[in-house]
């Protein structure tokens, strides 16, 4: 415990200096924006700011990137509470609460419960993070090949299993990113895959056009033709106080909200929108008067608003202490980081010191940020919602040729993500999740080496997976979360499974 | 949202059942195109080892969405309201992508929001030449000389 003190006190020496505070500020403020724009998720955000942060310090670029995507957490709760537009997907539940709040004169106290429920589970998030990643490093150090292969078939597993639409929808979604994770260069054997003579192909697609074209590109082909609804009055900032018994029954929510969050986070998936519809699903259960709820119940806004920030936080535990991504926008902070030749895993904590407890005092610092930022400041955020979306939309198409182009200053990026674009649009009309092609994409290099190399240590036999302690409970647990996300199709009652009861068939 | 009861009339074809078979095909073709690799062996995969088992569960798993899609909303029930317009953005920006090394990224990007606001959204020209010229010199300025990102210019120089 004093060690870890003593870490967060060089963190926080690290945090607080005046360049790295700038960072955390401007990734917060540029988060908000980005939350609150529809069309702009934190992936698309961070993705286009990526190469911005190729000549700063590899502390600097994590702290301003991690501020982008939490920032986005916070920023998408305004315009779902007052416009009932969700920024992003993880701000969707809190449309139906926040803006039945918004029509009854309460919009400020919504706001606030969304600023301070955002603040304590990231907070508590970062809390977890301090004591549970070094933990997770020092474990991970016992993991081979097998074992990563196991983790990372696992995290496949449980995606398919917590998506909560169609299992063989989401696992093809998977598969279909793992094979354009094929796409280059073998590492092993050096032969050069599915490159179609294309010679910028051979480095493999990375996963900035392709996350770009599937979230970004696609989110605007199918809402360039709506407009945003009329703005509600600014609320004042006396307006924003929240009375007693509101805060009295945010509590409970917002305590619940970040716990669930923050486990949810460390889950492979969108853990960020999971969490959120999950976390209303438990609000609306454990009311005495669940009538109250899609009626402007407080808890409602509290407890999604406190588990997608928590989940935010939860995702970069994975990330920092196995170097394994649970999310893209995970990913493309992984790639960030090796951009300055720093490779996150179980090393990272040790080696890197300053980056890892730097980064866990930054959040802490941009947490107290975000908080002055969404209160007093909120006029201000909802006043840039004001521009048409029509001239919103064009600058954002622009905004992501730009982002693209410039991380491998390459045109075929730009025609990568304007494909991915069409086949996201084309995707999301037939009802796929997106999601686990994004991850796949990430996963498929490290499971493709992971398992080759175990089965070359075995001399060709699979029994190797289960061997191994580590890897067949992960393979375990892996195939129960398949069984079980198999039950509702195999079973002939019609009464829901807890996913769909928590409204998570709306996610995919 | 992809589940609807069918209607009791005539047999219509199912959105799953479509995607699924999407699916397969691309499972197909993937299989098609690793024949090129060598597979190895079990105890030294090769490189088309892995591409080979992913070619079995796409087409596994298309199989099974098209299998369980008898019950998925109606192919003509999709609505694709939006799709002309979608379809005339991305060609938009495809164009500007052949144009970026060609005319240079402040040309490109002008002219880019130029046929976004002006033809596609029919704003006012005053409007339409601040927005087009203003963004492309402004995030010039911001990414290629603030942040030192390489933009690129022009034959002529801008």
Known sequence: MVETFNNLLLGFSVALQPQVLMYAFVGCFIGTLVGMLPGVGPLAGISMLLPATFGLDPIIAIVLLAGVYYGAMYGGSTTSILIRLPGEAASVMTCIDGYAMTQQGRAGPALAIAAIGSFVAGTLGVVGLMLLAPTLATFALRFGPPEYTALLLMGLLVLAYMTGGSIPKTLAMAGFGLMLGMIGIDAMSGYTRFSFEVVELSDGIGIVPVAVGLFGISEILLTATQDIPSLPKNPSLRELM??????????????????????????????????????????????????????????????????????????????????????????????????????????????????????????????????????????????????????????????????????????????????????????????????????????????????????????????????????????????????????????????????????????? | MDRQPAPSGGRQLRSDQVSGLMLVALALYVWWMNRAYPMGSLSEPGPGYVPFLLAIFMGVMGLLVALSGGKSMPLAAIQWTEAKRAIALLAACGVAAYALERLGYRITMAALLVFFLGVMERRKPIMVATVGIGFSLVTYYLFAMLLRVPLPVSPWGF
């Open chain 1, 242 to 508: 929240p009375s007693r018994t509101e805060f009295k029954q945010s509590i409970g929510p917002i305590a619940r909200g970040s716990a669930l969050g923050f486990l949810i986070g460390i889950i492979p998936g969108s853990a960020h929108i999971i969490s959120s519809f999950i976390s209303y699903g438990v609000e609306r259960r454990v009311s005495k008067t669940p009538e109250r709820f899609g009626h402007g119940a407080i808890e409602g806004v509290a407890g999604p608003e406190s588990a997608n920030n928590a989940a935010a936080t939860g995702a970069f535990i994975p990330m920092m202490a196995l170097g394994v991504p649970t999310s893209p926008v995970t990913a493309v902070m992984i790639a960030a980081i090796m951009v300055h030749g720093i490779s996150p895993g179980p090393m990272l904590i040790t080696e890197q010191p300053k980056l890892f407890w730097g980064f866990v005092a930054s959040m802490y610092v941009g947490n107290v940020v975000l908080l002055i930022l969404n209160l007093p400041l909120v006029g201000l955020f909802v006043s840039l919602l004001r521009i048409p979306y029509s001239y919103l939309y064009p600058c954002i198409l622009a905004f992501c040729i730009l982002g693209c182009y410039s991380v491998s200053n390459s045109v075929v990026d730009v025609w990568i993500m304007l494909s991915m674009g069409g086949v996201g649009y084309a995707l999301r009309k037939f009802g796929f999740d997106l999601a686990p092609v994004a991850l796949g994409l990430v996963l498929a290099p490290m499971l493709e080496l992971s398992l080759r190399q175990s089965l070359a240590m075995s001399a060709g036999s699979y029994a190797i997976f289960i061997e191994r302690p580590i890897s067949a409970v992960m393979l375990g647990f892996g195939m129960l979360m398949l069984l079980f996300s198999l039950k509702p199709l195999l079973s002939k009652s019609n009464k829901k499974d807890w996913r769909s009861s928590a409204g998570l068939d709306e996610v995919s």
